[in-house]
Every structure is written in structure tokens, then in C-alpha cells.
């Protein structure tokens, strides 16, 4: 049973490019969660979503960042004209819809974007 | 105020020691807390939920205060690879991290 997929793991842009980072859920997960890590600051929330919705964008930033979750496929946070201060480590994580308590988060390895 | 509010460490402590970290958070209605251990550079990871009755797991004990709206986490007998960051984590509608707190443990 895989779990979190993310991809790419490293990602270098120059600044006003685009990135792209996906996200697999685990296995029967349909809730996912995209979190942004500042060297040496702690996870912060950005976006919530299931299947073709956005459920809280509250920690999206207003321009350049969107996040989709299709019906098939992974779920995409995607950053345009990308700025030096976007440099960050980006972790998404994935829940189930039922059957365990509290709704864990279990994480993927993380997509570290570099700007230059 | 943060909405999550943590030690700020770093804690070094010798092997063996017992150490605990806490935690605040200001959303009275929060439903669930956890605490994650997150190692350099890698995901954070599910160390254990914490319940209203406070429970242990091994050498790691958790409680929870919601009147005081505060969790905490003990380690007894700490190990050489008990060092990681320690993520409090707070569910309400969102799940909101505190910043961490680091811990060392030397030999």
C-alpha cells in the first residue's frame, strides 16, 4: 500500500517561471492538503481539497498559486511567475473520508522548490 | 497570538533524560490534537493522537488540558534517535502546526 506520492522531489525554476508539484493520495484517501515549510519555520497550511472541490483555500496566497484535485488523476498546486520568496519545501498530505478517527494526515516526502 | 503556540527550543538533553514539550492553542473549539515528529528535511510523521483522558504510548506520554487549552508531550528515557523536530498539531476545521520544537539528545 503506497503511500503519499509527490513529485518532482526537487524542483528548480528561474524567477517568473511556473511550477507544477503533484500529489498521489494514499490508497482510498480522497482528502488532501497541501502545507508550505519556510527554512526553519514550521508547516503552513495552504489548501484543502476533495475530489473536484476546494474545500479551504484560507492559506492559499491571493495571486499566483491555484490548486486543483481532479476526478482522475493527481492533485496539482501550481505557482506562476514564481518569486525567490516561493522557495520553500511544499508537503501535501492525504486522509481518509471515514473509518479512522481524528482524520490522520499522513504526509508525502515533500517537493523542495528552488528559485533562482 | 499564534494559533499554535510551542516551546521555541532547541532542548539538548543527554540520553535518558525525560523531556516535555507544550503546547497552546487559542481555538476553544478545536476537536483533536496530535503530535508529529518531523526529522530534518523529511515529512512530518504521526507520532500519536492525543486523547481527552491523556494516553501513553511506550516511552512517550501525551495529555490534554482543554480548559487550559494546552497538550503536552513527555519522553522518558530518551534515545539517540528520539532527536527530531516535534510538531504540535491542532484540528479544527483545518489542521494548524505549531513551529516545533527541536530536540537534540546526545550521548
Known amino acids: 500500500n503506497a503511500g503519499v506520492m509527490q513529485n518532482p522531489r526537487h524542483l528548480v525554476r528561474r524567477r517568473g517561471q511556473e511550477a507544477r508539484l503533484r500529489c498521489s493520495p494514499m490508497?482510498?484517501?480522497?482528502?488532501v492538503y497541501w502545507y508550505r515549510q519556510l527554512p526553519e519555520e514550521g508547516l503552513k497550511f495552504m489548501v484543502y481539497?476533495?475530489?473536484?472541490?476546494?474545500?479551504?483555500e484560507s492559506g492559499m496566497p491571493k495571486e499566483r498559486f491555484s490548486a486543483e484535485f481532479p476526478k482522475e488523476g493527481p492533485s496539482i498546486l501550481r505557482i506562476q511567475q514564481v518569486v525567490r520568496g516561493d522557495s520553500a519545501a511544499y508537503f501535501c498530505?492525504?486522509?481518509?473520508?471515514?473509518?479512522?478517527?481524528?482524520?490522520?494526515?499522513?504526509f508525502g516526502p515533500g517537493t523542495r522548490l528552488t528559485v533562482l | 497570538r499564534k494559533e499554535v503556540e510551542q516551546d521555541p527550543g532547541p532542548f539538548n538533553v543527554p540520553e535518558g533524560a525525560t523531556v516535555a514539550f507544550n503546547c497552546t492553542y487559542s481555538?476553544?473549539?478545536?476537536?483533536?490534537f496530535f503530535w508529529y515528529r518531523q526529522d530534518c528535511r523529511k515529512e512530518p510523521k504521526l507520532l500519536m493522537s492525543?486523547?481527552?483522558s491523556g494516553n501513553e504510548d511506550g516511552r512517550f506520554t501525551a495529555q490534554l488540558n482543554r480548559a487550559s487549552q494546552y497538550i503536552s508531550l513527555l519522553i522518558r528515557d530518551s534515545k539517540l534517535s528520539d532527536s527530531a523536530t516535534y510538531l504540535c498539531?491542532?484540528?479544527?476545521?483545518?489542521?494548524?502546526f505549531g513551529a516545533g520544537t527541536r530536540l537534540t539528545v546526545k550521548p
Open positions: 492525543v486523547y481527552s
Open positions: 498530505a492525504s486522509s481518509a473520508t471515514s473509518g479512522r478517527p481524528y482524520n490522520e494526515q499522513f
Open positions: 481555538n476553544s473549539a478545536s476537536q483533536s
Open positions: 481539497l476533495q475530489k473536484e472541490n476546494i474545500i479551504d
Open positions: 498539531v491542532v484540528k479544527g476545521n483545518d489542521m494548524r
Open positions: 490508497k482510498g484517501h480522497s482528502h
